[in-house]
């Protein structure tokens, strides 16, 4: 099993997370991949995990061959017409030789390597991908991350759950592509070209309490996978989103 979870924007303006269908349910239905390299001797620190799955989620968003004319474009707008569903699995050994050699982007952070893959439809995976698990799956940080730059965007994380790292990587590319959605041409434009720089942390509760109701980008689960429907998991703060503010 692979974590699937559903991001809250939704260009029709209907919540995605109500039982009734929506637009969006009658759309052909596809899910970017994220595959996570953990060798069995190397895992990565968990919150590099975080940040690099974030940041490949950022770098298929703005590469060439996903917008315009490019090869992922028509998939990219597919994926993006119907419900926002990303899968993270994991990889190892061949297993990850094999997804390297299918078309993607591997983003490189401190510890962690994660291969994004242009959307497929939610039933017609490539086998090397299909086989893929991420069920239990147990990241860890050696040390506490040091504090988050504030002058930097940073990923918040919600302090009240207790989220699987696979599951924590999902939603921290959703919370990516929601503040990417919001942001200006100009400062996407700077944003890649720094190379997406982010952080992911986990905010105080009072913290929490005050970004959800700020009006910045944030997440909501649909609920397929450990946490209940419409669960807040994480809110984008980036300098550009602040000054629109």
Do not use: C, Y
């Not at 950022?58 to 998939?75: K, M």
């Not at 299918?102 to 390597?113: D, F, N």
């Not at 918040?156 to 959605?181: E, I, V």
């Not at 689960?221 to 503010?245: M, N, Q």
């Amino acid at each position: 099993m692979g974590v699937i979870s559903d991001s809250t924007v939704s260009g029709d303006g209907a919540d995605p997370f109500l039982n009734e269908p929506t637009v969006r349910d009658e759309a052909p239905q596809f899910v970017l991949p994220l595959v996570v390299r953990i060798e069995r001797d190397a895992p990565p620190v968990r919150t590099d995990a975080l940040e690099t799955a974030a940041r490949a989620v950022l770098t298929i968003l703005g590469d060439e061959r996903a917008v315009g004319d490019g090869e992922w474009a028509q998939v990219m707008r597919d994926w993006q017409d119907a419900r926002i569903r990303k899968v993270v699995r994991r990889a190892r050994g061949a297993e990850w030789r094999r997804a390297e050699a299918l078309p993607g982007i591997t983003v490189t952070g401190k510890s962690a390597e994660v291969r994004v893959f242009p959307p497929v439809p939610l039933d017609g995976w490539p086998k090397d991908l299909a086989r893929l698990q991420v069920s239990g799956t147990d990241l860890d940080d050696p040390e506490p991350p040091a504090d988050a730059d504030p002058t930097a965007p940073v990923i918040w994380l919600n302090p009240d759950l207790d989220m699987s790292a696979g599951k924590t990587m999902a939603q921290t590319g959703h919370g990516a592509q929601l503040a990417w959605w919001e942001m200006s041409d100009e400062d996407r434009t700077a944003w890649r070209q720094a190379g997406f720089p982010l952080s992911v942390r986990t905010a105080a509760p009072a913290q929490w309490a005050e970004l959800t109701g700020s009006g910045l980008p944030l997440v909501r689960d649909a609920g397929f996978t450990e946490i209940a429907p419409g669960s807040a998991t994480v809110v984008t703060e980036h300098p550009a989103l602040r000054r629109r503010g």
